[in-house]
């Protein structure tokens, strides 16, 4: 497994993309824009997955402030396959708060898995990992 990247919800995601770009000297590596979901995203990092993780912004549409505790995600790891590794982590008695199947709107497969504490922990399957 390897961390693929931290998401944060965002109220104003130009404000956001110019914080990271302009302020952390992050590059903007690409966004999504999924208009019948309601959000839109951006990755931003110092380098590209697998290189290094990076960032996720959802800004999910209409909504312009989070309280802090709100505004955390997830962690996501890739993993090579989704449905083998939530039965082995269910098998060692973790916690699968959403089967693997396909993201809404798109063919990448997800699961999420839920820590102790209540953390989301996403698992994207990639064909290889290195």
Same mark, same amino acid.
Request: glycine share 10%.
């Given at each position: 497994?390897?961390? !693929?990247?931290?998401?944060?919800? @965002?109220?104003?995601?130009?404000?956001?993309?110019? &914080?990271?770009?302009?302020? #952390? %000297?992050? +590059?903007?590596?690409?966004?999504?824009?999924?208009?019948?979901?309601?959000?839109?995203?951006?990755?931003?990092?110092?380098?590209?997955?697998?290189?290094?993780?990076?960032?996720? !912004?959802?800004?999910?549409?209409? @909504?312009?402030?989070?309280?802090?505790?709100?505004? &955390?995600?997830?962690?996501? #790891? %890739?993993? +090579?396959?989704?449905?083998?590794?939530?039965?082995?982590?269910?098998?060692?008695?973790?916690?699968?708060?959403?089967?693997?199947?396909?993201?809404?709107?798109?063919?990448?497969?997800?699961?999420?898995?839920?820590?102790?504490?209540?953390?989301?922990?996403?698992?994207?399957?990639?064909?290889?990992?290195?």
């Amino acid at each position: 497994m390897r961390i !693929l990247h931290t998401m944060l919800r @965002v109220g104003d995601l130009p404000r956001s993309i110019d &914080f990271y770009t302009r302020v #952390l %000297g992050m +590059t903007l590596l690409r966004t999504t824009d999924r208009p019948e979901q309601k959000y839109s995203l951006a990755f931003l990092g110092y380098a590209a997955n697998p290189a290094q993780a990076e960032i996720e !912004l959802t800004y999910n549409h209409g @909504v312009t402030h989070y309280e802090l505790g709100t505004a &955390f995600g997830h962690i996501a #790891l %890739g993993v +090579t396959d989704v449905a083998a590794t939530c039965e082995r982590i269910r098998a060692a008695g973790g916690r699968i708060t959403r089967e693997a199947g396909p993201v809404a709107g798109g063919h990448t497969i997800i699961a999420f898995v839920e820590d102790p504490d209540g953390y989301k922990i996403e698992l994207i399957q990639h064909g290889t990992l290195d």
